[in-house]
C-alpha cells in the first residue's frame, strides 16, 4: 500500500524554483545553507502577541481601523497549532496520497465571516514600494504564492475565505538619528488579490516527483545550483 507523501508549503515553493534542489532537500535531506532571521522572528512574535489581545477582546487592531480593514482577529480553538511550523494547518488527501500543510502568521476574520489570511514580513529599505519590489524579485511573487496556498488549506478544511490576503511589511528605519537601543518601523499593507486554482496542480506535481527516482535537472535560475556548477567547474581547473 502506497504511503503518504508528507509535504510543506516550502517544499511545494521549492520544486517550483528549483525540482532538483526540492527532491534533494526532502527525500535526501540535503539542504542549501541558511541563516536564522532572528530579528525577523522577533517582529513576527511581537506582531502576533498585539493581534493576540486584540482577539481576545475580539476587536479590531488599531491598524485594521487606520486601513480601512474592516475585520478582527479571527478567533479558533487550533490557531496556535496553525502557527506552529512543525504542525500548521494542514489537508490530508486520500485518493492521491498526500498530506500537505503550512504555517500561517494570523487570520482575520470580516464580518460575512470570510477569513483573511496574513503573512508578516520585515525588511529595511529607504523607499519601500511593493509593486516595484513585485515586478523586480521573484521572492515577491513567492509571498503571493505562499498566501495562496494558505489560502487553499482553509477552503479544504472547510472555511470561508476571502480572496484578498494581506502581507503585513514592517519596514525598519535607519536613518533615525538617534538609535537609544530602539528600532523603529513603519508598518505596510499590502492587499493582494488571490487565486488559489493553481494550488492542486502543483502539488500533485511535487508528489510525483518525490515518489519518483528521478533526480531533476537543476534549474538555470537556482543560484545554489548555479554556484555548485561553478564551483565544480573551477575545482577541475589545474
Known amino acids: 500500500m502506497e504511503d503518504f507523501v508528507k509535504l510543506s508549503r516550502s517544499t511545494v515553493e521549492k520544486f517550483l524554483n528549483c525540482q532538483r534542489c526540492c527532491v534533494l532537500d526532502k527525500k535526501y535531506q540535503i539542504k542549501p545553507p541558511s541563516l536564522p532571521f532572528t530579528l525577523n522572528i522577533a517582529v513576527d512574535n511581537l506582531c502576533k502577541n498585539e493581534f493576540d489581545y486584540y482577539r481576545n477582546k475580539q476587536e479590531p487592531h488599531p491598524l485594521f481601523i487606520k486601513n480601512g480593514i474592516d475585520a478582527v482577529p479571527f478567533k479558533h480553538k487550533n490557531l496556535k497549532d496553525w502557527r506552529n511550523n512543525f504542525i500548521g494547518i ?15 502568521d494570523d487570520v482575520w476574520q470580516k464580518k460575512n465571516g470570510e477569513l483573511i489570511v496574513v503573512d508578516v514580513k520585515s525588511t529595511s529599505k529607504n523607499n519601500f514600494d511593493w509593486h516595484e519590489t513585485f515586478e523586480k524579485f521573484d521572492y515577491a511573487k513567492g509571498y503571493k504564492r505562499q498566501l495562496e496556498m494558505y489560502q487553499w488549506l482553509f477552503r479544504k478544511n472547510g472555511f470561508k475565505v476571502a480572496d484578498e490576503a494581506y502581507l503585513l511589511y514592517f519596514n525598519g528605519l535607519k536613518n533615525e538619528k538617534f538609535f537609544n537601543n530602539q528600532l523603529k518601523f513603519e508598518p505596510y499593507f499590502v492587499k493582494l488579490e488571490c487565486s488559489t486554482s493553481w494550488v492542486e496542480t502543483k502539488i500533485l506535481e511535487t508528489v510525483n516527483i518525490l515518489r519518483s527516482n528521478q533526480l531533476p535537472m ?11 556548477k561553478k564551483r565544480w567547474q573551477l575545482s577541475k581547473i589545474k
Do not use: E, M, P, T
Open 90 to 104: 494542514r489537508y490530508k488527501c486520500s485518493k492521491y496520497k498526500y498530506d500537505f500543510g503550512g504555517a500561517v
Open 218 to 228: 537543476a534549474s538555470l535560475k537556482c543560484d545554489y545550483c548555479n554556484y555548485l
